[in-house]
């Protein structure tokens, strides 16, 4: 278990896995008198360029969430423009991603996307599915409390088939069946434009996760903000239950 990030001789125990809200790129956009997808489009280069951050800084997994379960409340000309981003986006990135040994992984709710873009997805998790570099997540159609409902389904389709018996169900029969299960639960969040919000991300896996907040805008985030979240990660004394006195004295 990883309590301390203290500096080492060698720099910092970096963050295994950095989850991220992309916030602010509307307002971005509005701030120059642009339209709204605009926003996105700018996030998006910011999205690339923090994928290279992490793979330069050995990030086992980064996770990105690109739409939520509740945005396909916004207006239709700005959900269909984001799908299309998504799809573009995926065509023009996925050989540098693969040639960079990035895999790609998609959850979510895919059941609502068109048949072209659950098809991208698909193709894209086959391409780089063995590759073993970082390991990026983009959540589309995602929400918290979505997943844990998904995870409940499967444990109970579980405990009918006898496979389990309900009162022997503990916190890691379901996290067994949450969208990633193989991988580590976040221990740095991030979320940029100065809300203070989790807003239905990861909510199960952020449970010990070091919050990082900026106000800086999606598109503003860049290598020198993403250094800034790092630092402030360094400084964190994860303690995991235990007080600060039992994590010296070890
Ligand atoms: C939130 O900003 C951002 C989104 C809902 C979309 C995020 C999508 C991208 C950055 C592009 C796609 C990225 C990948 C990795 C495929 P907002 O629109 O809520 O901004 P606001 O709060 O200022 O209005």
Redesign the pocket.
Known sequence: MQRRNEKKDDGFTPPQHIAV??????????HRFMP?VA???A??E??REIVKQCIKHNIKVLS?????SE?WR?PAQ?VSY?MD??LT??EREVEVLHKQQVQVRFIGDRSRFSDILRSKIQDVECLTVNNTGLVLI?A?DYGGQWDICQAAKALARDAVAGLVNPDDITPEHLAQHLSYPDLPHPDLFIRT?G?LRISNYMLWQLAYAELYFTSV???DFNAAEFEKALAHYAQRERRFGYCSEQLTES
């Open positions: 809200i992309m916030d602010g790129n509307g307002r971005w956009a509005k709204r926003g996105h489009r996030g998006l910011s999205a990105l969430f690109a739409f939520s945005n916004r700005e984001l981003l998504l986006g995926l983009i589309v434009s809300e805008l999606w598109p």
